[in-house]
T-cell receptor
Framework: GQNIDQPTEMTATEGAIVQINCTYQTSGFNGLFWYQQHAGEAPTFLSYNVLDGLEEKGRFSSFLSRSKGYSYLLLKELQMKDSASYLC??????????????FGTGTQLKVEL | DSGVTQTPKHLITATGQRVTLRCSPR?????VYWYQQSLDQGLQFLIQ???????AKGNILERFSAQQFPDLHSELNLSSLELGDSALYFC?????????????FGPGTRLTVL
């Protein structure tokens, strides 16, 4: 089975940097995704890591350590519109082919003035 | 706009009823995924179809079923509805069936069971 842990809530200040951590336990790891979801809306893709290291994409970066079962999403120069839920999702290889994406329960980020 | 469409946007029904949710994937995408998101459970994978065939199964109840048609749109059928089935139901699509590629999510259908 899978277990994905991320903090429930975080608060940060506009213009600052925030790091959202995600730890996971899985049997057939095949990649980790970060999605952003505003309340009542669809999740939107932010980043993807399958190898160890840092992936940078504008104000957003994501890091993966497969040996530690650990990832983080780094958001720089925070803006009010970054207030949302951030979902960590782990992709597992399935026996018989295909992959399954399992989502964590999300970290609700609140950006304050 | 992800290019994935879902209808209806909202659905209100009573316990014991049956409903059908519809999803059209992005143009060119062959895989469709269904997810359920309730307040206390987060986003739960239900089922995946690839080019008309079931590819992977998640936490889908026996009261629920899905299919993908030759034009690649998909329907999720929910029957004998219970109060606990109230949730947002998302459809996502990706270009192939391996799960290797990014999934694009539709706007969701909010189901309320009274």
């Amino acid at each position: 089975g899978q277990n994905i842990d991320q903090p429930t809530e975080m608060t940060a200040t506009e213009g600052a940097i925030v790091q959202i951590n995600c730890t996971y336990q899985t049997s057939g790891f095949n990649g980790l995704f970060w999605y952003q979801q505003h309340a009542g809306e669809a999740p939107t893709f932010l980043s993807y890591n399958v190898l160890d290291g840092l992936e940078e994409k504008g104000r957003f970066s994501s890091f993966l350590s497969r040996s530690k079962g650990y990832s983080y999403l780094l958001l720089k120069e925070l803006q009010m519109k970054d207030s949302a839920s951030y979902l960590c999702a782990v992709r597992d290889r399935l026996t018989g082919g295909g992959n399954k994406l399992t989502f964590g329960t999300g970290t609700q980020l609140k950006v304050e003035l | 706009d992800s290019g994935v469409t879902q209808t209806p946007k909202h659905l209100i029904t009573a316990t014991g009823q049956r409903v059908t949710l519809r999803c059209s994937p992005r143009s060119g995408d062959l895989s469709v995924y269904w997810y359920q998101q309730s307040l206390d459970q987060g986003l739960q994978f239900l089922i995946q179809y690839y080019n008309g065939e079931e590819r992977a199964k998640g936490n889908i109840l026996e009261r629920f079923s899905a299919q993908q048609f030759p034009d690649l749109h998909s329907e999720l059928n929910l029957s004998s509805l219970e109060l606990g089935d109230s949730a947002l139901y998302f459809c996502a699509s990706s270009v192939d069936g391996t799960g290797e590629n990014e999934q694009f999510f539709g706007p969701g259908t909010r189901l309320t069971v009274l």
